[in-house]
């Protein structure tokens, strides 16, 4: 697991901060009429905050099919032992019941 994905929640919550503040910034940039240098980098951490983002949820997405195929595949086992179980009790019960050698 990688860095990022050890503290996927907090850089996440970081992210939307970072975005949300430069929106605001860039806003009042805007109303104030300062195009500058200022409004560019506040442009450009939103950029990268939104592929940020885009980039967790893919994360979280490739995590949740994973966990999907885990869960199938353990229900298959599940219901292959199962199976298994069920022949063996019948093979039991249908044994002949003189095999004990008696009178």
């Given at each position: 697991?990688?860095?990022?994905?050890k503290?996927i929640?907090?850089?996440?919550?970081a992210v939307?901060?970072a975005?949300?503040?430069c929106?605001v910034?860039?806003?009042?940039?805007?109303?104030?009429?300062?195009?500058?240098?200022?409004?560019?980098?506040?442009?450009g951490?939103?950029w990268?905050?939104?592929?940020t983002l885009?980039?967790?949820?893919?994360?979280?997405?490739?995590?949740?099919?994973?966990t999907?195929e885990?869960?199938?595949l353990?229900?298959?086992q599940q219901?292959?032992?199962?199976?298994?179980?069920?022949?063996?009790?019948?093979?039991?019960?249908?044994?002949?019941?003189?095999?004990?050698?008696?009178?």
């Open positions: 697991m990688t860095l990022f994905e503290h929640d907090a850089i996440e919550i939307k901060t975005y949300w503040m929106f910034a860039g806003f009042a940039l805007l109303l104030a009429g300062h195009m500058t240098v200022l409004m560019a980098i506040a442009i951490i939103m990268l905050s939104r592929v885009h980039h967790i949820q893919a994360t979280r997405t490739r995590w949740d099919d994973a999907a885990e869960l199938e353990r229900r298959e219901h292959a032992h199962r199976e298994r179980e069920l022949r063996l009790q019948i093979r039991r019960l249908q044994r002949p019941e003189g095999r004990s050698g008696g009178p």
